[in-house]
């Protein structure tokens, strides 16, 4: 069972260091620091639970069961935490949410502070690491600090099910899937690892031994639930970075076809390192360069062809803006022989402003890479390929 309560504490721990991956913005931040706090006092009380660790812990201090107060601690600390994240998560006005979080601090402060003065008040000599919560069910002040610290949980974890469902209706995406996963993991906390410890305390008032479920269905139920709690605190977080990522990955190799013809009249400078770079700052670079390479093309640029090829592509019944395209597209084709060719400009014309070059997302790029890659059919009434076609 250590090993599962271990495993829990390094769930937990993992989160944390995802979730803090820049410490100084977290700090700033308080809805992040509040998550930050939830994972990491969530991780501590794994590792206090462990019965290696409260061996350890009573050896230490030299009192039997010290571990079982400071673990309960832990335990009251993490679910103030997150009654925290909950009021942050709310949000209102500022001094609203401060008042509520310094209620609740002071809430569970005196909690822990109960805890403490009841088992120093109660007869607990014989060391129990793994049976505490049934072995002293029924001693005096001992049964009070059980009672309390599972009802501080509760009441956690029941304000956490019920903002995270209210809230799940209202957002979408990432969001909503990480909020289910909080309720999944706080309702598997509750109907798992609680019930449990409360259903073995109350056999034990009633003279009834059902202490395996404390001590051997409690604990895994309480790591699973950390699990989906930290998938839950980290999908809305990491999600969609990965996705933004996976993106520029697709983008940047569907310019490929753009970056090959215009590459060597590009004159931007190489990314330092450019095969360690994320895929967002490739396709940023790869993007700076394609357009300080139409800007060198751009003197090239034969618009009475660019006109040929858009009255053809709307002759054979193109839209107006995949006849630009395609236009584009031959005109660029050309702009870039021409320039490799080292002939001569054609006429100026007046200035004209690629498609690409109008609006600020990759996908004006994108769009004309991939009419250059696109290869003539003579059944969607298309033009020839802008490099075949006999106009240029």
């Not at 002759?315 to 107006?320: E, F, L, M, N, T």
């Not at 609006?359 to 890479?369: D, F, I, P, Y």
């Not at 009419?371 to 969607?380: F, G, I, V, Y």
Request: glycine share 6%.
């Amino acid at each position: 069972m250590s090993l599962l309560v271990y495993l829990g504490g390094l769930v937990f721990g993992l989160t944390s260091v995802l979730v803090a991956r820049r410490p100084r913005a977290a700090l700033r931040n308080p809805l992040t620091l509040s998550t930050w706090l939830a994972i990491v006092l969530g991780a501590l009380v794994f590792v206090c639970a462990a019965p290696p660790t409260l061996a350890a812990v009573n050896d230490l201090t030299g009192i039997p069961n010290f571990g079982a107060p400071l673990t309960y601690g832990m335990l009251n600390a993490y679910s103030c935490a997150v009654l925290v994240l909950i009021i942050n998560w709310r949000g209102g006005p500022r001094e609203r949410v401060r008042r509520l979080v310094l209620r609740t601090v002071a809430a569970y402060g005196a909690l822990t502070a109960a805890l403490v003065v009841l088992f120093a008040l109660a007869d607990a000599d014989t060391e129990r690491l793994t049976d505490l919560d049934t072995y002293y069910a029924t001693t005096p002040f001992l049964r009070e600090m059980i009672v309390l610290y599972l009802l501080g949980h509760s009441a956690a974890m029941l304000a956490l099910v019920r903002v995270c469902l209210k809230w799940g209706r209202e957002v979408t995406g990432s969001l909503r899937t990480g909020l289910r996963l909080i309720v999944l993991g706080a309702l598997l906390d509750l109907l798992g690892f609680q019930l449990a410890k409360y259903t073995a305390v109350v056999a034990r008032w009633t003279g009834h031994d059902l202490d395996v479920l404390s001590t051997r269905v409690a604990p895994p139920m309480a790591s699973l639930a950390a699990l989906l709690c930290s998938a839950g605190f980290l999908l809305p977080r990491l999600l969609p970075p990965v996705l933004a990522h996976r993106r520029a990955l697709r983008d940047h190799r569907r310019l490929e076809p753009l970056w090959a013809l215009v590459r060597p009249a590009s004159t931007a400078p190489g990314p330092p390192a450019a095969r360690w770079l994320l895929p967002q700052e490739r396709l940023q670079w790869r993007e700076v360069a394609i357009h300080d390479a139409l800007l060198t093309l751009a003197p090239y640029f034969d618009h009475r062809l660019r006109e040929r090829v858009r009255d053809a592509a709307l002759d054979a019944g193109r839209s107006p803006h995949r006849a630009r395209l395609a236009a584009e597209a031959a005109m660029l084709t050309e702009a870039a022989r021409r320039a490799a060719a080292r002939e001569e400009p054609p006429e100026p014309s007046g200035t004209y402003r690629l498609h690409a070059t109008e609006v600020s997302s990759t996908g004006g790029l994108v769009e004309l890479a991939q009419e250059l890659n696109r290869p003539p059919t003579a059944s969607d009434g298309a033009v020839p390929s802008p490099v075949a076609d006999p106009l240029t």
